[in-house]
């Protein structure tokens, strides 16, 4: 019952926030328009972002570079917020019923180690989605760091072969190594 209200909050929270950025616009011009505010840093900083081929996998990848971007910065509150949208925009997409559990549980995490243990599972998962689909432009980059989860490892997607570690945050940002490249075949 708390997770269902909790996601009934953010959600409301989501679309208060999206009503008052509109500034009275049109909805619809200001969609076609500017979605500068929507981009992630990666994405500003990498204009030729890469894409698959299912645009519901596309529409997706934003949310969780957003929630990455939270996890680096240790920031709960911005990551749950990404969870949520990296959820409902799993629902596009089909056989993410894993990534969507992982997003779920983000959600549903009461610390940042917990986030990041799901953000572990949604990502692996967001990963087999994008090899399955196949990559249509540009290069998806999967990162690892050996260290997280007490030397286990995990996996991340990263925009750019720039390490960004969300798993440590600022304690080890730049940990990890790029160990795989997702390209088109």
């Not at 680096?72 to 089909?94: N, Q, T, W």
């Not at 959600?107 to 572990?120: G, K, P, T, V």
Request: aromatic share 6%.
């Amino acid at each position: 019952m708390k997770t269902t209200n909790f996601k009934i909050g953010i959600a409301a929270l989501a679309a208060l926030f999206i009503l008052a950025s509109c500034n009275g616009e049109s909805q619809s011009s200001k969609t076609e328009n500017d979605h500068s505010q929507h981009q992630t840093v990666a994405e500003r900083d990498n204009p030729q972002a890469p894409k698959t081929k299912n645009e519901a996998l596309d529409a997706l990848y934003p949310h969780y570079l957003a929630l990455q971007e939270a996890l680096v910065a240790g920031d709960i509150s911005k990551a749950k917020e990404a969870g949520l949208l990296v959820e409902e925009a799993g629902k596009h997409v089909d056989g993410a019923k894993d990534l969507q559990e992982a997003a779920s549980q983000v959600l549903s995490a009461e610390n940042i180690n917990s986030q990041r243990d799901a953000f572990s599972s949604l990502s692996n998962a967001l990963i087999e989605l994008i090899k399955t689909h196949g990559v249509a432009t540009g290069e998806f980059y999967v990162a690892h760091c050996p260290m997280a989860f007490n030397d286990k490892g995990a996996n991340w997607l990263s925009p750019t072969k720039s390490i960004k570690n969300p798993y440590f945050g600022d304690k080890m940002l730049n940990c990890g190594s790029v160990e795989e490249t997702l390209r088109k075949l």
